[in-house]
């Protein structure tokens, strides 16, 4: 019958015992220090593939297709690897697996304001429309507010504006909630990618080593002890 035989085990056993238990601390050390290695170059990694994305956000001539390339570049890497990184929430640091949240503010208010400008355009090609005289009104109005405050184009502030100012309007409700609908939901544009605990990668092999190695220093510490309580009633029995 084939099989590990007795003597095989006992020799495997052998050599597993040969090392002494400061030497496996030893390796172990060493282990946690390339681990950790590791999960820093994976984190500055992600790190800089997350600046991607903000960058090519942040271009004013910005490309939808770079933007999204910028995106799945770090979505396949953070998926692929274990990421760890801190996020501070309401005060508290705490540490999370992925990416945490990546706003594309700049693509938003530039479609945003896309919608706005597309409303001030309808109020200049039309006089006698009461819409596009209350457009007018509210673009004048914000306009002016950008202009005296510093506003810089793309700002949230203006976006505010032009709603709180067509509030104003009794029959404004319609044309806020066309302006509204036009713009996209905030949601759209953020993003957050979820790194897995482990992962058969290069820190996640290390991490697995240095857990290895945990297990059979406490194995041995136990079967050390076990053995010396045995020798221990053995001899007070005699």
């Known amino acids: 019958m084939g099989g590990v035989k007795k003597p095989q085990l006992r020799k495997l056993f052998a050599k597993i015992f040969q090392f002494k238990n400061w030497q496996l601390f030893l390796i172990l050390i060493l282990m946690l220090f390339v681990s950790a290695t590791l999960l820093r170059l994976d984190h500055i990694e992600m790190a800089r593939l997350r600046s991607d994305v903000l960058t090519a956000d942040a271009k004013e001539d910005a490309d939808d297709a770079e933007i999204i390339a910028a995106i799945n570049r770090l979505q396949e890497f953070t998926h692929r690897h274990i990421v760890i990184d801190a996020q501070e929430e309401n005060g508290v640091e705490k540490i999370i697996f992925g990416t945490g949240r990546i ?22 090609q039309s006089e006698t429309n009461p819409n596009g005289n209350i457009y007018r009104q509210v673009a004048d109005i914000c306009d002016a507010q950008g202009k005296r405050n510093g506003w810089v184009y793309p700002d949230p502030r203006y976006i505010s504006c032009w709603q709180d100012e067509l509030a104003k309007f009794p029959a404004s409700d319609e044309l806020q909630s ?61």
């Open 103 to 124: 706003v594309l503010a700049n693509s938003y208010y530039r479609k945003a304001n896309q919608v706005l400008a597309e409303a001030q355009s309808a109020a200049d």
């Open 178 to 238: 066309d302006i509204t609908a036009k713009i996209p939901s905030a949601e759209l544009y953020e993003y957050e990618f979820s790194s897995p605990y482990w992962y058969p990668c290069l820190s996640g092999f290390a991490i697995l080593i240095c857990i290895i190695l945990v297990i059979t220093i406490i194995a041995r510490i136990i079967i050390w002890g076990s053995y010396r309580l045995l020798v221990h009633f053995a001899t007070h029995r005699k």
